[in-house]
């Protein structure tokens, strides 16, 4: 799946975002993309939204190839791999309900 905003990009910018989406959804198949310009630091930004546990999974897909790009090419090209926001409210729930039975055992321990 993937979610485009029409971002201007030179011909090498587009085939360097087009190569890193390839690696990306060859491992994560069900990724999705939205293209951006960013200014901290400036440039393309290739948002991936995967619904893992642990989003440097996707860094590790590409990091290699990304350094590259950016290094030795100078292209101004970042990823920011994100979850799904239904997988963080989950894990956000899940750790409050921890914390709450957490609290109230400390509670019924100290009676």
Do not use: N
């Not at 030179?10 to 939205?34: D, G, H, N, S």
């Not at 409050?96 to 509670?107: I, R």
């Amino acid at each position: 799946m993937s979610l485009e905003r029409h971002v201007p990009l030179t011909p090498r910018m587009e085939e360097a975002v087009q190569e890193l989406k390839r690696l990306i959804t060859a491992r994560f198949p069900q990724a999705a993309f939205v293209v951006e310009e960013g200014c901290d630091p400036e440039g393309i930004y290739l948002v991936t939204t995967v619904d893992i546990a642990d989003t440097d999974e996707v860094i590790a897909v590409i990091g290699d190839r990304l350094v590259e790009l950016q290094v030795d090419e100078g292209l101004p090209l970042y990823v920011t791999p994100l979850r799904p926001i239904k997988r963080v409210l989950a894990q956000l729930r899940e750790r409050e309900v921890a914390t709450a039975a957490g609290a109230a055992a400390v509670h019924m321990r100290e009676r």
